[in-house]
T-cell receptor, first 105, second 117 residues
Framework: DAKTTQPNSMESNEEEPVHLPCNHSTISGTDYIHWYRQLPSQGPEYVIHGLTSNVNNRMASLAIAEDRKSSTLILHRATLRDAAVYYCIFGESTFGDGTTLTVKP | EAGVAQSPRYKIIEKRQSVAFWCNPISGHATLYWYQQILGQGPKLLIQFQNNGVVDDSQLPKDRFSAERLKGVDSTLKIQPAKLEDSAVYLC???????????????FGNGTRLTVT
């Protein structure tokens, strides 16, 4: 079973950077790391994904450890709209319970 | 691009009744997934299809749950009979690439919230 480990919750101040960690020690060499976020009463929303190299898009950056056993989702300037549950997954689409991000004004 | 459509948005039934959920994936997406999300937990995969074939239904409680994807497009998930512990949000997701290509992100609908009383 493809499992990831994430902190249950994190807090950030508005307009500050946020680093959300994820451990995935059982990842295989061909598995991509995907991040999703879920707002209340909505389905999960794709954020970013990567294989080995660090990745950037308009929403966030993904930093992947050299051994690929962990990754970090980086929100460069948190906004109140970024408050959500963040999930990292790999392999056969098994979600953990994610990290609940609270953004304080 | 239209997103993944699900209906109904909410459903309340009594235990031992039947219920069905419908999903219309993004056009052209080969792979379709059904997830169950209990309050406070992450989504749990129930079944995944590639086109109209089942790839993995190992987590589907087959004594009461069934799913089909006729013609490789729309899909329905049925529960018969429902139990109290089936109260959850049922999410449908689709992705462009076949199962073997894990590069393709999942696109989720907003789910159906089922309450069993």
């Amino acid at each position: 079973d493809a499992k990831t480990t994430q902190p249950n919750s994190m807090e950030s101040n508005e307009e500050e950077p946020v680093h959300l960690p994820c451990n995935h020690s059982t990842i295989s060499g061909t598995d991509y790391i995907h991040w999703y976020r879920q707002l209340p009463s909505q389905g999960p929303e794709y954020v970013i994904h990567g294989l080995t190299s660090n990745v950037n898009n308009r929403m966030a950056s993904l930093a992947i450890a050299e051994d690929r056993k962990s990754s970090t989702l980086i929100l460069h300037r948190a906004t109140l709209r970024d408050a959500a549950v963040y999930y990292c997954i790999f392999g056969e689409s098994t979600f953990g319970d994610g990290t609940t991000l609270t953004v304080k004004p | 691009e239209a997103g993944v459509a699900q209906s109904p948005r909410y459903k309340i039934i009594e235990k031992r009744q039947s219920v069905a959920f419908w999903c219309n994936p993004i056009s052209g997406h080969a792979t379709l997934y059904w997830y169950q999300q209990i309050l406070g937990q992450g989504p749990k995969l129930l079944i995944q299809f590639q086109n109209n074939g089942v790839v993995d239904d190992s987590q589907l409680p087959k004594d009461r749950f069934s799913a089909e994807r006729l013609k490789g497009v729309d899909s329905t998930l049925k529960i018969q009979p429902a139990k109290l512990e089936d109260s959850a949000v049922y999410l449908c997701a689709s992705s462009l690439s076949p199962i073997q290509d894990r590069n393709s992100p999942l696109h989720f609908g907003n789910g159906t919230r089922l309450t069993v009383t």
